[in-house]
């Protein structure tokens, strides 16, 4: 008898089949999948965008949850590649909204014709190294398949979404959804008693948005979030012109800073300055809108230390003194963690939802939610009525939106087995046994396009240097990667982001492995590694 894979031959495929061949294959059509089409292409390489939408945008195309805006100012998150479309999109708002930010997505797919290139609805499957050939073979859900000599995942760092294994989930007789995958004809929640499980950046917008809405709300906190005011406006026509005129001058001041932000920490310590100097600033960034409060503070406010609790302690009086229960205060005012230790979530009115008669927070920490039941929720005290549950859960963030695709490189090994530990990388670009294959959805936790732009620009130069000096594979040397993975274990240790059981080191999702997602450098300390490496020929890397 002739064994499958004796009939398929060396490579697992039927030479009979049907296998669209590119010079390279793109998962994702999010802010770096489309600008990664863009790069290859203008590298004359024939290209191919894989998607699991029916649209562009990623991360824009699937949070529609009512409130989703960004939390950068929109002028520093659209991308800086070309003057002509910098020139003609003028961004709505300060924080602009998920409707806006798809629209200039599309918009974007247009302009530059990338829409050619993507095969809509096509949900990866398995990728899989063809040794013999020196290709990727990937594998859509529904049977398709194409073949390149180049993998660049352009996944999203915050796309596989988490929803806890509840049991009897599948029993509940009303709606649910996870806000990652907010429907797109919407949700009907006038009048209904609705409940939200988390209050992370997520929730926080959610909250305040659909408190007004709905009949009854109940929000299932089990961790307080240090979140600060928004303050949103309108962008005027005069600051239109001022910043279509300045955005040179914007991209230089985002380049130089940490997480490639414009605003710039104050140089000095919060505890140099007297307490009324140190009151004063701390009040007037509050003023200011968006992340200044937080990066344009006392240097050492993102410090674990005296500064750090002494901000805190401001912002849990900032809670303190807008919601009316002072036992409701408490609870929504943080204790477990250090400020900064998340992403701050930016809001607009969130802490006045609990002074509203129609909305119900309820600590599930102290008490635990237990089970779905067909008709609502049960914690370890209490049965709650429910007609919609909505799922603010997170993310299984930056390497579960890789695991869940069957990557499989040299040798048959899985990434799966690889990332068991923690992600083992080389500068969170390449992984040694999956040859060819670039990862871009490690760029950022900070300010994500203005990072995300030059790493992808440093991929698509590198694929073309081992093109245009004919190797066939370029993968990390396993010295090189070991070097990495404890540089990102030791420096990780030290810095604020590793402290709190968040997403930030996989601690959200129950059995992950805890380490650090990201590279704890700084964006501007992350280019200037890029570009050495590249400088002496990709130092670090193997090409055969
Ligand atoms: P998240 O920060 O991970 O928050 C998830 C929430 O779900 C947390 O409150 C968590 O509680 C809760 N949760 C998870 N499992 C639970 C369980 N079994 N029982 C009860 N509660 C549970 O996710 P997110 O809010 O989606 O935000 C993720 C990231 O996306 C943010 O950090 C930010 O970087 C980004 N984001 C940005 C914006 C923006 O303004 N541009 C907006 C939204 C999100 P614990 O904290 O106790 O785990």
Redesign the pocket.
């Given at each position: 008898m002739v064994s499958p894979a004796q009939q398929n031959g060396a490579n697992g495929v039927n030479p009979a089949e049907e296998i669209e061949q590119f010079d390279a294959i793109v998962i994702g059509a999010g802010v770096t999948g489309l600008y990664t089409s863009y790069c290859l292409r203008n590298h004359g390489m024939r290209v191919r965008v894989f998607e699991d939408g029916d649209g562009v945008g990623g991360t824009w195309y699937w949070?529609r949850y009512p409130g989703?805006?960004?939390?950068?100012e929109s002028y520093t998150y659209g991308y800086s590649f070309s003057e002509e479309l910098l020139q003609e999109w003028d961004w709505k708002e300060l924080y602009s909204g998920q409707p806006e930010n798809e629209r200039y997505l599309n918009y974007v797919a247009d302009k530059f014709d990338l829409r050619q290139y993507i095969r809509f609805n096509s949900r990866v499957k398995g990728c899989y190294f063809e040794e013999d050939r020196n290709t990727w073979r990937v594998e859509i859900e529904d049977g398709h398949k194409a073949r390149a000599p180049f993998l660049v995942t352009a996944v999203g760092l915050?796309s596989a979404f988490?929803v806890?294994d509840?049991e009897g989930l599948d029993t509940f007789q009303g709606q649910w959804c996870h806000?990652?995958r907010w429907p797109k004809e919407g949700m009907d929640l006038a009048g209904k008693r609705v409940g939200v499980?988390?209050?992370?950046?997520?929730?926080?917008?959610l909250i305040t948005e659909i408190a007004k809405e709905v009949g009854h709300l109940t929000v299932?906190?089990?961790?307080a979030?240090y979140c600060a005011p928004l303050r949103n406006r309108p962008i005027t026509d005069e600051e239109h012109r001022e910043i279509r005129a300045n955005y040179p001058e914007i991209f230089r001041r985002c380049a130089e800073t940490a997480g490639s932000f414009v605003h710039m920490f104050d140089p000095r310590s919060a505890l140099e300055v007297s307490a009324e100097q140190r009151e004063e600033q701390y009040e007037r960034l509050w003023h200011e809108p968006g992340f200044a409060k937080w990066l344009s503070n006392f240097y050492d406010v993102m410090l674990p230390g005296e500064a750090n609790e002494d901000y805190a302690e401001f912002v849990r009086n900032k809670i303190r003194e807008r919601v009316h229960d002072p036992e409701v205060a408490e609870m929504l005012a943080p204790k477990d963690h250090m400020f900064g230790s998340?992403?701050l979530?930016?809001e607009s009115g969130y802490y006045e939802v609990y002074n509203r008669d129609n909305v119900l927070l309820v600590d599930?920490?102290k008490a635990?939610?237990q089970r779905i039941t067909p008709t609502g929720l049960a914690t370890a005290d209490a049965e709650y009525d429910l007609d919609v549950i909505i799922f603010?859960?997170?993310?299984d963030?930056v390497t579960g939106s890789l695991t869940r695709i069957d990557i499989r490189g040299v040798g048959g090994g899985k990434l799966t087995d690889k990332f068991a530990n923690g992600p083992r990388t080389y500068m969170g670009i390449q992984s040694s046994g999956f040859p060819n294959m670039f990862t871009v959805n490690a760029a950022s936790?900070g300010n994500f396009v203005r990072a995300a732009e030059p790493l992808v620009e440093w991929v698509t130069e590198c694929i073309r240097y081992v093109r245009e000096n004919e190797y066939v594979r370029i993968s990390p040397t396993a010295e090189a990667e070991d070097e990495w993975v404890n540089h990102v274990n030791e420096e990780g240790s030290k810095i604020l982001r590793s402290q709190a059981?968040?997403?930030f080191v996989g601690a959200?999702i129950p059995g992950k492995a805890r380490a650090l997602l990201t590279s704890p450098d700084t964006a501007p300390v992350m280019r200037a590694k890029r570009a050495d490496v590249a400088a002496k020929g990709y130092e670090g890397f193997l090409l055969e």
């Amino acid at each position: 008898m002739v064994s499958p894979a004796q009939q398929n031959g060396a490579n697992g495929v039927n030479p009979a089949e049907e296998i669209e061949q590119f010079d390279a294959i793109v998962i994702g059509a999010g802010v770096t999948g489309l600008y990664t089409s863009y790069c290859l292409r203008n590298h004359g390489m024939r290209v191919r965008v894989f998607e699991d939408g029916d649209g562009v945008g990623g991360t824009w195309y699937w949070n529609r949850y009512p409130g989703a805006r960004f939390d950068s100012e929109s002028y520093t998150y659209g991308y800086s590649f070309s003057e002509e479309l910098l020139q003609e999109w003028d961004w709505k708002e300060l924080y602009s909204g998920q409707p806006e930010n798809e629209r200039y997505l599309n918009y974007v797919a247009d302009k530059f014709d990338l829409r050619q290139y993507i095969r809509f609805n096509s949900r990866v499957k398995g990728c899989y190294f063809e040794e013999d050939r020196n290709t990727w073979r990937v594998e859509i859900e529904d049977g398709h398949k194409a073949r390149a000599p180049f993998l660049v995942t352009a996944v999203g760092l915050l796309s596989a979404f988490y929803v806890p294994d509840f049991e009897g989930l599948d029993t509940f007789q009303g709606q649910w959804c996870h806000t990652g995958r907010w429907p797109k004809e919407g949700m009907d929640l006038a009048g209904k008693r609705v409940g939200v499980i988390g209050t992370g950046a997520t929730a926080v917008q959610l909250i305040t948005e659909i408190a007004k809405e709905v009949g009854h709300l109940t929000v299932f906190q089990r961790t307080a979030n240090y979140c600060a005011p928004l303050r949103n406006r309108p962008i005027t026509d005069e600051e239109h012109r001022e910043i279509r005129a300045n955005y040179p001058e914007i991209f230089r001041r985002c380049a130089e800073t940490a997480g490639s932000f414009v605003h710039m920490f104050d140089p000095r310590s919060a505890l140099e300055v007297s307490a009324e100097q140190r009151e004063e600033q701390y009040e007037r960034l509050w003023h200011e809108p968006g992340f200044a409060k937080w990066l344009s503070n006392f240097y050492d406010v993102m410090l674990p230390g005296e500064a750090n609790e002494d901000y805190a302690e401001f912002v849990r009086n900032k809670i303190r003194e807008r919601v009316h229960d002072p036992e409701v205060a408490e609870m929504l005012a943080p204790k477990d963690h250090m400020f900064g230790s998340k992403r701050l979530p930016c809001e607009s009115g969130y802490y006045e939802v609990y002074n509203r008669d129609n909305v119900l927070l309820v600590d599930v920490k102290k008490a635990p939610i237990q089970r779905i039941t067909p008709t609502g929720l049960a914690t370890a005290d209490a049965e709650y009525d429910l007609d919609v549950i909505i799922f603010a859960t997170g993310y299984d963030a930056v390497t579960g939106s890789l695991t869940r695709i069957d990557i499989r490189g040299v040798g048959g090994g899985k990434l799966t087995d690889k990332f068991a530990n923690g992600p083992r990388t080389y500068m969170g670009i390449q992984s040694s046994g999956f040859p060819n294959m670039f990862t871009v959805n490690a760029a950022s936790v900070g300010n994500f396009v203005r990072a995300a732009e030059p790493l992808v620009e440093w991929v698509t130069e590198c694929i073309r240097y081992v093109r245009e000096n004919e190797y066939v594979r370029i993968s990390p040397t396993a010295e090189a990667e070991d070097e990495w993975v404890n540089h990102v274990n030791e420096e990780g240790s030290k810095i604020l982001r590793s402290q709190a059981n968040s997403w930030f080191v996989g601690a959200n999702i129950p059995g992950k492995a805890r380490a650090l997602l990201t590279s704890p450098d700084t964006a501007p300390v992350m280019r200037a590694k890029r570009a050495d490496v590249a400088a002496k020929g990709y130092e670090g890397f193997l090409l055969e």
